[in-house]
């Protein structure tokens, strides 16, 4: 079939179907800008950040220029992978540990072992010749890495459009304009589709349902201590979960054209933090006073970036939904300092990181175990659909910016819309409106 998705439900086989996954890969991922690392990952000349993006494995490594060149992670001669780290630095050139094939920081083949027995095979004629390999696109945008696999594609500000604005805001929150990426992410394995978890972060109608036997009892704990005034940091963090279907549907979801949108227009459950002292002087001081708290009453919630990115602005945390197969799915959880902000922002960030996206949350089980239920429920054959007709509006569609109530299922048919038109190409170009 090739309608999985009739503009409020979608079919079932999306969750479950493994060669659904495998065109995905190519049509979906390959096709479109998927994040790869922030260039803080490698600060010095030399230093490399790998991981994989529709199954190909890459790595992104700083040139002497100062330059990142992101390059399949790939040896020309028999195809195994380089870089077997995560991070590293490559020193002045890379090396395979197989028969020491050396390439350039930029990939270009630089030597080979004993290479005059290679003087009569023309050698230049062989797809070897050629080192390793760059990817066909890459972008830098305020140090976030995003590249496309795809040679022919949508432009990278196509791509994205006015939706880059949460990663600006981001940048923004440090008074000095730059972010950095803070240790390795957290890794939390879900046995579910990647797309279940991508649905969720737009779901405002789960919470208080899924989350109250975590975060609702956080609260009444917190309360039957009896304690008045400012509650503990996790307490802080745990409560917006408990707000009611009001809050949510007033806080609002705005959507972008292909498939990306967020929660949190004009509130969101970040609003409520403490603040942290003497950062308000540091913003004023580097923005002036309007900026400073134009950039701050942002406080924007999920923002999602089509196919698989998630960030949190506000918390300075980025998660990357990695598939690993159409029943498995690895979450990367970032987090970030803002360079010249107090320490206090980056503690809190840590344990928002802790306390909501770790293996050991305990908020995080709870969507743990629907996604796991609903890859369950899903096999039966009952009903071969999944609804996501919440507010739908007859006419609607995805090729505008909208702004619409919090709660929503707009950013999901957006969302589905654009992963259809990319399934539904002949060569993953022509999709994006
Ligand atoms: S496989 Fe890399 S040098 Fe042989
Ligand atoms: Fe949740």
Known sequence: MDNYFNGKEVHRTLFLDPSLFEREQQQVFAASWCYLGHESLVPETGDFFTGDIAGQPLAMVRQKNGEIVVLH???PHKGVKVLAETQGNVGRFIRCPYHAWTFK?????????????????????????KGMQPVAAVENYRGFVFVRLKEQGVGFNEFFGDSLSTLDNMVMRSPQGQLRAIGQPLLHRHRCNWKMVVDNQTDTCHPMVAHESSAGEAIRLWKETGHDGQPPM???????????????????????????????????????????????????????????????????????????????????????????????????????????????????????????NSPCSMVAHDDVEMYERA????????????NVARLFEPGESHEQTQVVSGTSERAMRNFYNTWQQLMQAQDGSTAHG
């Not at 080979?112 to 010749?129: F, M, N, R």
């Not at 403490?274 to 309007?290: A, K, Q």
């Not at 890859?375 to 999944?386: F, H, K, P, T």
């Open 73 to 75: 992670n790939r040896c």
């Open 105 to 129: 920081t930029d990939g270009q083949l630089l030597s080979i072992p004993v290479k005059k027995e290679y003087d009569d095979c023309d050698l230049s004629s062989c797809a070897a010749h």
């Open 234 to 356: 996790a307490v802080e963090l745990f409560s917006p979960f408990m707000a009611s279907y009001e809050f949510f549907s007033a806080m609002g979801i705005r959507t972008w054209p292909n498939g990306h949108g967020h929660t949190g227009v004009s509130n969101s459950i970040h609003k409520a933090y403490s603040s942290i002292p003497g950062y308000w002087e540091l913003m004023v001081e580097s923005y002036g006073e309007t900026q400073a708290a134009a950039i701050l009453d942002d406080t924007r919630h999920n923002t999602v970036y089509f196919p698989n990115l998630m960030v949190k602005g506000p918390i300075q945390t980025l998660r990357v939904i990695r598939p690993i197969s159409a029943s498995e799915t690895v979450v990367e959880s970032w987090i970030f300092e803002l360079v010249g902000a107090p320490v206090q922002l980056l503690e809190r960030t840590v344990q928002y990181n802790n306390l909501i």
């Open 375 to 386: 890859m369950d429920g899903l096999r039966s054959q009952a009903n071969d659909w999944v």
